[in-house]
């Protein structure tokens, strides 16, 4: 981060730049106008100019609070008690328009798609602010998955699927749900398809996807049968031989989570997204999808302890207020610390992103990891300070516990992530010790 003198030297930059980009702006001009190439240069200059700034959280809260408060509240929440037992019906598909209109659908997805194109730390604010809002966090989880491959189908440069899928999931017209995952080894995949004339037929198993019930699309990676290479279709819901079934699980269930078969079904060849090492094309997208999940838990971490606090202030026991039980005391000091630290950590991780550094994604996977454990650890220590009330259904308690529990497997298993981590660190001092001895 800059000093005083870097940060006033860069306010005035900043104020520069945005005093010629207003007095240019008030002419008319021509895609072919050289000062058309004038404001575009001294975009790119502000936007440079913004990364020395420290970041300020605060303007995309007021942002968030203005643009999409009541449409959390009142459209979003209504409805949870309901899409706990697994009654989905609250979430129409004119919800997800709504999304769409207000910005939040696109709120960083590409201007190609009819995005606002915002970059990913405000975005990542944008899902942490609205966590502590939210009833069920799933559905910010399914708008960041649809975002995250609306983004991916742009950049393979195929217009018919961008036209046919991504701009409509974007408009909020549909969801995609992916596909790719299988219990055995991604590079020995039981899932296949068979090149005939004019596309695959596709025989597949997926047994877990997230928000299935709610697509009209789905993201299937297969092994092809011939080079036994992983490829990737989009596969539309309705093709003769799509299986979706609903898929019990220990919570969650307002994620609408799902099943998908898929039989002898033939996928015609313009459908095929990725036609050669589908996995690694991927993976970056789950990399930086697992911060945008880790920041939705993060708000909704925060907004369970101060339900929390809320609920046992009114409470007495043996005549004395809970909230002044030592007991009670130290245990919410321990719950705050943790989520300042996670905090810390979620915005220092979005420094190195904005920034471009390549340590981020290592920083992805250690507050992952990280954020899981104060999650869990807050689950276990508001179940237990609620006492009897904790589990009942109508409370948000039980909810959270069963919920959180998924972010073991989710974005890496969690007793996987400090071996990945260990091995990164061992791997980078080994480099250092060659480079000083003249490798």
């Known amino acids: 981060m800059p000093g005083r003198g870097g940060k006033a030297r860069a306010s005035s930059?900043?104020?520069?730049?945005?005093?010629?980009?207003s007095a240019v702006d008030t002419v008319e001009t021509t895609a072919l106008d050289p000062r058309d190439l004038r404001i575009r240069e001294l975009e790119e200059e502000l936007q440079s100019v913004r990364k020395k700034l420290p970041l300020d959280v605060d303007p995309i809260a007021k942002e968030v609070k203005k643009r999409f408060l009541r449409f959390i509240l009142d459209q979003v929440n209504p409805g949870y008690q309901e899409r706990q037992k697994g009654d989905l019906r609250s979430w129409s598909r004119d919800l997800w328009k709504e999304a769409s209109r207000l910005g939040l659908l696109g709120f960083n997805a590409p201007k190609e798609l009819g995005g606002e194109g915002r970059d990913t730390v405000s975005w990542?604010?944008?899902?942490?602010?609205?966590?502590?809002?939210?009833?069920?966090?799933?559905?910010?989880?399914?708008?960041?998955?649809?975002?995250?491959?609306?983004?991916?189908?742009?950049?393979?440069?195929?217009?018919?699927?961008?036209?046919?899928?991504?701009?409509?999931?974007?408009?909020?017209?549909?969801?995609?749900?992916?596909?790719?995952?299988?219990?055995?080894d991604l590079t020995f995949m039981q899932s296949v398809a068979k090149k005939v004339d004019g596309g695959y037929v596709l025989n597949a198993d997926k047994p877990m996807l997230t928000g299935g019930l709610y697509a009209g699309v789905y993201a299937v990676a297969v092994r092809d049968e011939a080079s036994s290479e992983p490829i990737l279709f989009l596969v539309d819901r309705d093709t003769k031989?799509?299986?979706?079934?609903?898929?019990?699980?220990?919570?969650?269930?307002?994620?609408?989570?799902?099943?998908?078969?898929?039989?002898?079904?033939?996928?015609?060849?313009?459908q095929l997204l990725l036609e050669y090492d589908a996995l690694s094309a991927v993976a970056p997208r789950f990399d930086f999808g697992a911060l945008?999940?880790?920041?939705?838990?993060?708000?909704?971490?925060?907004?369970?302890?101060?339900?929390?606090?809320?609920?046992?202030?009114?409470?007495?026991?043996m005549g004395m207020p809970v909230l002044n039980i030592p007991h009670v005391q130290a245990e919410m000091g321990r719950l705050f610390m943790g989520t300042e630290v996670a905090r810390a950590m979620f915005l220092r991780t979005l420094e190195k992103a904005r920034a471009g550094d390549p340590s981020a994604e290592g920083m992805v996977v250690i507050f992952k990891h990280f954020l899981t454990d104060r999650?869990?650890?807050?689950a276990k220590t508001v179940m237990a300070l609620q006492g009897a009330s904790g589990y009942m259904d109508d409370n948000p308690w039980g909810r959270y516990f069963t919920l959180t529990i998924c972010l073991l497997h989710a974005a890496g298993a969690q007793d996987l992530l400090s071996q990945q981590v260990g091995e990164r660190m061992l791997m980078q001092l080994e480099m250092k010790r060659l480079r000083k001895v003249g490798f």
């Open 13 to 21: 930059e900043t104020r520069e730049a945005l005093e010629t980009l």
């Open 124 to 184: 990542n604010l944008v899902l942490e602010e609205l966590g502590k809002l939210i009833e069920d966090p799933g559905f910010l989880i399914i708008i960041m998955i649809n975002k995250i491959w609306a983004g991916l189908i742009l950049h393979q440069g195929k217009p018919h699927l961008v036209e046919r899928y991504a701009k409509p999931m974007i408009k909020g017209e549909i969801s995609l749900s992916w596909a790719v995952w299988e219990p055995a």
């Open 241 to 270: 031989g799509v299986e979706v079934k609903p898929q019990t699980t220990v919570g969650g269930q307002h994620i609408g989570y799902a099943s998908l078969k898929i039989k002898d079904a033939f996928v015609p060849q313009e």
């Open 292 to 317: 945008d999940a880790v920041a939705v838990h993060l708000g909704w971490m925060q907004r369970m302890i101060d339900l929390c606090a809320d609920t046992l202030r009114p409470k007495v026991r």
């Open 375 to 378: 999650v869990l650890d807050t």
